[in-house]
């Protein structure tokens, strides 16, 4: 196969480094991979996206355990949503701690801190004796939650070659619904034993996964993003060359992060000294993309929060972390068919998640959101339909109402596998430019768990306001807000790298000569021998 001629002369060349930008990402279509390359970047990103796993499987095990927590410990309804939904607020703050982590010690370490400190709350919920532990080692959890929803993405996208960079990043979402699935199995194995083991001994071996990702962590490089952030230009090199698909690639790759991380093109050695700004880097990273942003900036940072809101806001939390409750209001009764039915739920949501994570880089990220938003509104007012007939006629079972909402049910975790479910993590990762991705990514997590938090906390005491079938309603209207704003202000991003895809919302090639014109004096090559 002949390389294109705008291919051939991007070497060498520092002007068009745009035009040699797009040639090299339509070559990197239509070009074999380098497949040692390329399994590398898999396994790197498969090691990190294992972090999520964490938060799948808290939000699995706790749709089970919940049952024979309130059992055991004699706990009230409103304490059992705070149980429930409080792990999302500690998630808020782990995020923000994650952000300030990564870009201090970097993603690798951060990733490692987060399997540490959910090995931690793991074991604190399963040696529990009463509600107050109970909800120390809900904390403690949540901060973990918190680190690994945050870090995951950012360095699968960053590790990640543009034509696979969707593929990839996707696998944070695939390893929440592993986790999901298994928090389902274990609900299902460990339920016959003596009550006071049994949610006990689901919450605790949590653990063991996590525990087995710190070990895993330590064969991963770090992000090449992060080693230019810091200085560090040889080993960025060295990790580019290893998950690029072409050398050019590789060497296209870092001249774009270097301008990103306001590095002069003709500084090349092999560390560069970053000196911080007078008011210091982190406050203009905050001023930057918070307390003045520029137009480009604020599109940015309103697509990654609307995206994060409106995942949460449709009601998936409801569907999976109360589920044994919705089956038994559809008329499903008995632990063993509750938590069947969940298995099967949870079966449904990993299965379609993989046929998302092989179509986001086929078929992009915008026609796979909006098709999944559609159909979740389909389903969510099949389901308030079917819950609203189930509920009029209590002493009396309605087969069609019932199917209704079993079908709807599994459609709804399906549409939202393959669309709303990945590319929420996928789409924040790549829309951020380098220098303020671990807080935008932090900040969109964050909207995330707060959303989370609000549902979650709320579901109980909402359905008896306005009737669980009225609670599925109202998420089926936010859904429909949410299909409006996915096709208002939500982009196209397949196959371009992140450096690139600002311009999408606004950023020009000039306001990005002007960042590297004013941050030229922040580094200068230190000769190493």
Same mark, same amino acid.
């Given at each position: ?14 002007? =068009?480094?745009?035009?040699?930008? /797009? ?51 004699? %706990? ?5 949503? &705070?149980?429930? =939904? ?55 959890? =949540?901060?973990? *939650? ?15 070659? /543009? ?32 009550? !006071?083991?049994?949610? @006990? ?5 949590? /653990? ?54 306001? &590095? ?10 970053? !000196?911080?700004?007078?008011? =210091? ?25 609307? &995206? !994060? ?11 999976? +972390? ?14 063993? !068919? ?48 079917? +819950? ?9 079972? *309605? ?37 303020? @991705?671990? +807080?935008?990514? /932090? ?22 306001? %306005?009737? &669980? ?61």
């Amino acid at each position: 196969m002949k390389m294109s001629p705008e291919r051939r002369g991007a070497e060498g060349k520092e002007e =068009g480094s745009g035009m040699a930008s /797009a040639a090299l990402s339509e070559a990197g279509a239509v070009q074999p991979r380098n497949k040692g390359n390329f399994k590398y970047a898999f396994t790197c990103a498969l090691c990190a996206s294992m972090a999520t796993i964490v938060l799948g499987y808290d939000v699995g095990v706790m749709s089970g355990a919940s049952l024979y927590i309130k059992r055991d410990l004699q %706990i009230t309804d409103v304490q059992l949503e &705070i149980m429930m =939904g409080i792990l999302s607020v500690y998630a808020l703050i782990g995020s923000f701690l994650g952000a300030r982590t990564s870009d201090w010690v970097g993603r690798r370490v951060t990733v490692v801190f987060a399997a540490a400190i959910f090995t931690t709350g793991s074991l604190l919920m399963g040696f529990a004796v009463n509600y107050a532990m109970l909800m120390v080692g809900r904390f403690v959890t =949540g901060i973990g *939650v918190g680190y690994a929803i945050m870090v995951a993405p950012v360095y699968t996208a960053e590790v990640s070659p /543009a034509s696979a960079r969707g593929f990839l990043t996707s696998f944070t979402e695939v390893f929440i619904n592993v986790g999901i699935l298994l928090g389902y199995v274990s609900n299902y194995a460990f339920a016959r034993l003596p009550l !006071h083991l049994s949610w @006990r001994v689901m919450l605790g071996i949590g /653990a063991v996964p996590s525990a087995l990702l710190a070990l895993m962590v330590f064969g991963m490089p770090e992000s090449p993003r992060w080693l230019v952030m810091k200085g560090r230009l040889a080993d960025a090199r060295a990790v580019l060359a290893k998950t690029s698909d072409t050398p050019e690639e590789a060497v296209e790759r870092l001249d774009q992060i270097k301008a990103a991380a306001g &590095i002069p093109r003709d500084l090349d050695g092999d560390v560069v000294v970053m !000196h911080k700004t007078k008011g =210091g880097q982190e406050k203009q990273v905050w001023k930057e993309l918070i307390f003045s942003p520029n137009p480009a900036m604020r599109r940015i940072l309103l697509a990654a929060l609307g &995206i !994060h809101f409106f995942q949460q806001a449709t009601g998936s939390d409801s569907v999976v +972390l109360y589920s044994p409750r919705v089956f038994q209001s559809a008329g499903i009764t008995g632990d063993n !068919h509750l938590l069947g039915a969940t298995c099967a739920m949870g079966v449904m949501k990993t299965l379609f998640i993989l046929v998302a994570t092989f179509q986001l880089d086929r078929v992009g990220r915008r026609p796979l959101l909006l098709t999944s938003t559609a159909g979740m509104l389909a389903c969510l007012i099949g389901l308030g339909t079917g +819950l609203t007939v189930v509920g009029r006629h209590p002493d009396a079972k *309605v087969p069609w109402a019932i199917g209704l909402c079993i079908v709807s049910i599994l459609a709804y975790v399906s549409f939202f596998s393959i669309g709303l479910g990945p590319l929420t993590s996928v789409y924040t990762s790549e829309v951020f430019p380098l220098r303020v @991705r671990a +807080l935008g990514f /932090a900040l969109g997590a964050s909207c995330n768990r707060v959303t989370s938090a609000a549902v979650s906390m709320s579901f109980l005491s909402l359905s008896k306001a %306005i009737t &669980i079938g009225g609670s599925f309603f109202l998420y089926a209207g936010i859904a429909a807000i949410g299909w409006i704003f996915f096709f208002t202000f939500i982009p196209e991003t397949r196959g371009l790298p992140l450096e690139e895809i600002g311009k999408l919302f606004g950023m020009t090639d000039t306001a990005v000569e002007a960042q590297d014109t004013a941050t030229k004096d922040k580094a200068k090559v230190v000769e190493m021998n």
